[in-house]
């Protein structure tokens, strides 16, 4: 039993905010800046109240549809998020009502932006189990949430989307191996260090991050976990059509490529229309990267993750 993607959607809120847009705002930076350390030139904010939910909810409708599924086919619904609409129910369980499904498995994942990778290793092995036949998997994310707007060293950096793939068994292999890690020990470099506790918020309950230390973290990790999921599958990196990392910085993607020598334009790049969307920026990518035919059907796609915990992994399927 294997398990291929069959339906891939995204959706990203509002209009377009341009860097320019963000300094009118009064943060203290420049286009110039933001574009030169990062690649970013705009992002996606949700309004106030969208939730993650919401965004996960328009990814999903569009990915059943490219499946040509109904939500009722569905038996595991997965959502990434590390900002859920509530501390609970899960905001898996908000888009299952949201969509209408009733009865299947449903949960969060919460991996930072890695969890779209981790959401969809455990639906790969859900469906490999022969447990269950047809799963949602969905990043979604409202980061601007968690921001601290006078923070100019954060708060340009992040987007708000979603991004959602349907997965289902085949006996024709789509996923083709999966590596997964996390190191705790780096918990401190990028992390929101607050909880609430008697009706106050404890702690900091803003994103706080060392740039420099998750920098190098991440492009080490990323180059690793790739050549590290190539030799699981029995193939060379050359051999891979298209690298979908985690959509943090344009210097993570270059670096990254150019440590397992894949040449850019075998690298997906929206970061710099989405900025980092944590969870989202994986399947958001994939979705427009399939949508506008670059990526076509027998293709191979190693799909990258790395994030807070600090966590990392890849996925490398056959589309
Ligand atoms: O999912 C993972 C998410 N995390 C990441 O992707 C972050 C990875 N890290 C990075 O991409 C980089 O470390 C950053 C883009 C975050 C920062 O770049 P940097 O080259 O490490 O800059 P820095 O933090 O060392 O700051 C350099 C200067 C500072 O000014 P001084 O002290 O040299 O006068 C900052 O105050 O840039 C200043 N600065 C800004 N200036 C204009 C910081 N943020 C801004 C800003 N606009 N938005």
Same mark, same amino acid.
């Given at each position: 039993?294997?398990?291929?993607? #069959?339906?891939?959607?995204?959706?990203?809120?509002?209009?377009?905010?341009?860097?320019?847009?963000?300094? *009118?705002?009064?943060?203290? #930076?420049?286009?110039?800046?933001? @574009?030169?350390?990062?690649?970013?030139?705009?992002?996606?904010?949700?309004?106030?109240?969208? +939730?993650?939910?919401?965004?996960?909810?328009?990814?999903?409708?569009?990915?059943?549809?490219?499946?040509?599924?109904?939500?009722?086919?569905?038996?595991?619904?997965?959502?990434? #998020?590390?900002?859920? /609409?509530?501390?609970?129910?899960?905001? &898996?369980?908000?888009?299952?009502?949201?969509?209408?499904?009733?009865? &299947?498995?449903?949960?969060? @994942?919460?991996?930072?932006?890695?969890?779209?990778?981790?959401? =969809?290793?455990?639906?790969? *092995?859900?469906?490999? %189990?022969?447990?269950?036949?047809?799963?949602?998997?969905?990043?979604?994310?409202?980061?601007?949430?968690?921001?601290?707007? %006078?923070?100019?060293? #954060?708060?340009?950096?992040?987007?708000?989307?979603?991004?959602?793939?349907?997965?289902?068994?085949?006996?024709?292999?789509?996923?083709?191996? +999966?590596?997964?890690? !996390? /190191?705790?020990?780096?918990?401190?470099?990028?992390?929101?260090?607050? %909880?609430?506790?008697?009706?106050?918020?404890?702690? /900091?309950?803003? =994103?706080?991050?060392?740039?420099?230390? @998750?920098?190098?973290?991440?492009?080490?990790?990323?180059?690793?976990? !790739?050549?590290?999921?190539? &030799?699981?599958?029995?193939?060379?990196?050359?051999?891979?059509?298209?690298?979908?990392?985690?959509? &943090?910085?344009?210097?993570?993607?270059?670096? +990254?490529?150019?440590?397992?020598?894949?040449?850019?334009? *075998?690298?997906?790049?929206?970061?710099?229309?989405?900025?980092? +969307?944590?969870?989202?920026? @994986?399947?958001? !990518?994939?979705?427009?990267?399939?949508?506008?035919?670059?990526?076509?059907?027998?293709?191979?796609?190693?799909?990258?993750?790395?994030?807070?915990?600090?966590?990392?992994?890849?996925?490398? =399927?056959?589309?």
């Amino acid at each position: 039993m294997f398990s291929r993607i #069959t339906g891939i959607g995204s959706f990203l809120p509002g209009q377009p905010v341009s860097n320019d847009d963000l300094a *009118k705002r009064g943060i203290e #930076t420049s286009d110039e800046w933001i @574009v030169s350390r990062t690649g970013i030139r705009s992002r996606h904010l949700a309004a106030p109240d969208e +939730t993650a939910s919401d965004l996960a909810l328009e990814a999903s409708r569009r990915a059943l549809a490219a499946a040509g599924l109904d939500a009722a086919d569905l038996d595991l619904i997965v959502v990434a #998020t590390s900002t859920p /609409d509530f501390i609970f129910p899960s905001t &898996a369980c908000l888009l299952q009502s949201k969509l209408g499904n009733r009865g &299947a498995t449903a949960f969060d @994942v919460q991996a930072v932006c890695s969890g779209f990778v981790y959401g =969809l290793t455990i639906a790969e *092995k859900f469906i490999r %189990s022969g447990s269950h036949r047809r799963a949602l998997v969905v990043g979604a994310e409202v980061f601007s949430r968690i921001l601290d707007w %006078s923070d100019r060293g #954060t708060c340009v950096l992040f987007g708000d989307g979603a991004g959602a793939v349907i997965l289902e068994a085949s006996d024709k292999p789509g996923i083709l191996a +999966t590596a997964l890690h !996390a /190191d705790g020990a780096h918990h401190g470099i990028l992390s929101v260090p607050g %909880s609430i506790c008697g009706g106050k918020v404890i702690g /900091d309950p803003f =994103l706080r991050m060392d740039g420099q230390a @998750v920098f190098k973290f991440a492009v080490r990790v990323l180059a690793e976990v !790739a050549d590290e999921c190539c &030799a699981a599958a029995g193939i060379a990196p050359s051999e891979i059509d298209w690298l979908i990392p985690h959509q &943090a910085n344009i210097r993570i993607l270059e670096a +990254t490529a150019k440590r397992i020598r894949m040449p850019m334009d *075998k690298v997906v790049v929206s970061v710099d229309r989405h900025g980092n +969307t944590s969870a989202a920026s @994986v399947p958001l !990518a994939l979705d427009e990267a399939v949508r506008d035919g670059r990526i076509r059907a027998g293709q191979k796609v190693m799909l990258e993750g790395v994030g807070g915990g600090f966590t990392w992994g890849a996925v490398l =399927l056959e589309l």
